[in-house]
């Protein structure tokens, strides 16, 4: 074992287990949604950017779309470029951005958001309620938005200072 190896604390293990834990199990469960039968009017992340708009109130800038979702702001985009097409939403320029695109959900991608986030939710039903009960899914609810919440508290790891003790 190198020096490196020897440095990490069995704190540090602890966390890194727990992290992969939970990676791993999201995984298995977003495979389990994707191949859920569900996606037949909409994509898995098509129907993400939908409820991002929902949630948001039904129109967002798209820099701000890009934050509430997990892909790179070109791949959004494309998305959503795609996504309008289909008469899902549409995009328009914010009238005090001229550089900014304003993408707004349509009556169409509305009622499609409804009607998969309703499957969608049974879905989820099927792969976590009927692992966890009541009780364990509260408990690891309350750990995640612990999680969630202490990440604000904690500070960014200053990269330059990482690299100056390897050299």
Do not use: C, K, N
Not at 87 to 96: C, E, F, I, Q, W
């Amino acid at each position: 074992m190198d020096d490196a190896a020897r440095r990490v604390t069995a704190e540090e293990r602890a966390a890194a287990a727990t992290w992969e834990a939970l990676f791993r199990t999201q995984v298995v469960v977003l495979r389990r949604l994707q191949d859920d039968p569900i996606w037949g009017q909409v994509s898995m992340r098509e129907y993400d950017v939908l409820f991002v708009l929902v949630e948001g109130g039904g129109a967002l800038r798209l820099r701000e779309l890009t934050e509430g979702i997990l892909l790179a702001q070109s791949s959004v985009s494309r998305l959503v470029e795609r996504m309008e097409r289909r008469g899902l939403v549409t995009r328009s320029t914010p009238a005090d951005d001229a550089r900014g695109t304003l993408v707004t959900i349509t009556d169409l991608g509305r009622r499609l958001q409804r009607e998969t986030g309703a499957e969608h939710v049974r879905a989820i039903g099927r792969y976590v309620g009927e692992a966890l009960d009541d009780d364990q899914q509260a408990r690891l609810r309350s750990l995640l938005e612990a999680l969630r919440a202490a990440q604000a508290d904690i500070p960014p790891v200053d990269r330059g200072a990482r690299r100056g003790r390897r050299g």
